[in-house]
Nanobody
Framework: SGAVGRVWGGLVQAGGSLRLSCAAS????????MAWFRQAPGKEREVLAA????????RYADSAKGRFTISRDNAKSTVYLQMNFLKPEDTAVYYC??????????????????WGTGTQVTVSS
């Protein structure tokens, strides 16, 4: 069976950068839309970005535009989230997700077939 793997987060100072990686296994990665979400304490899960099969089509939530970049390497079955100019309010648990139906449904969350293991990202001020 398929799985979307561990997301490696970390601790970073405000203004710094961090790249998250999420590797999939057991699925035909190239036919899945991929997305990144996060959830801060006491808040609802929030979509950040999504990417199409080839990596050309991308969509971003307003909170991610200009600072975050989603990309994928189909040869490595891995999706990335490059996060720059991090702020304390970016502190959250970050998740990747995969789905085949549509990018829109994946970004809503109801189209996600697989969720990665969340990881804590902490941005210190």
């Amino acid at each position: 069976s398929g799985a979307v793997g561990r997301v490696w987060g970390g601790l970073v100072q405000a203004g710094g950068s961090l790249r998250l990686s999420c590797a999939a296994s057991g699925i035909t990665f190239g036919v899945y839309y991929m997305a990144w979400f996060r959830q801060a304490p006491g808040k609802e899960r929030e979509v950040l970005a999504a990417i199409g099969w080839s990596g050309i089509l991308t969509r971003y939530a307003d909170s991610a535009k200009g600072r975050f970049t989603i990309s994928r390497d189909n040869a490595k079955s891995t999706v990335y989230l490059q996060m720059n100019f991090l702020k304390p309010e970016d502190t959250a648990v970050y998740y990747c997700a995969a789905g085949r139906l549509s990018m829109s449904s994946l970004m809503r969350g109801d189209g996600a077939e697989y969720w990665g293991t969340g990881t804590q990202v902490t941005v210190s001020s």
